[in-house]
């Protein structure tokens, strides 16, 4: 790779990477506005562009996952199933680390929940815990299950 083309990805890294926590702040701003809402999924769509060109399938897996879980906060149950779907997909056919296959389960019931799919919600919900239980690295475990507990979902 010539010097500019290194430091193109870089750029595309530092880019992917800035979207990426931009999202995030949005995703943790507890009085987001319809506004936040669109530039929250922007910023995670933005990210994950860049991730398909310059990352890794690690990166790429969380992209789709941030993908679907800005999705499902915002009611687009539909694209958030489709890159939840992706994400765990990946997670597995890439053989990504343990962790990212409990967030990836952890996703695909978020994105059920917000479609009103409790039974699909309720399986990968259990999947996750299951995985999260076997997770070794705690912070990991505490990460994901405080994930799991901000579904919303319809009670019984």
Partial sequence: ???AGADAAATRRS???????????????S???ADDDRQMLTLAFASRWHWSEV????????ADWQVAHAA?????????????????DAARSDALPDWLQASTAEGLARAHAAA????????????????VDRLEDEEDRELIRGQLA???????
Avoid: C
């Fill in 1 to 3: 790779m010539t010097d």
């Fill in 15 to 29: 880019f992917a990477v800035a979207a990426f926590n931009g999202a995030w702040a949005l995703i943790d701003k």
């Fill in 31 to 33: 009085d987001r506005s």
């Fill in 55 to 62: 990352g890794t399938p690690e990166n790429r897996t969380i």
């Fill in 72 to 88: 499902s906060l915002i009611g687009e149950a539909s694209l958030a199933i489709t890159h939840a779907q992706a994400a765990y």
């Fill in 116 to 131: 009103g799919d409790q039974a699909s919600y309720e399986v990968y919900a259990a999947e996750a815990r299951q995985l």
């Fill in 150 to 156: 901000t579904i919303p979902v319809a009670s019984s």
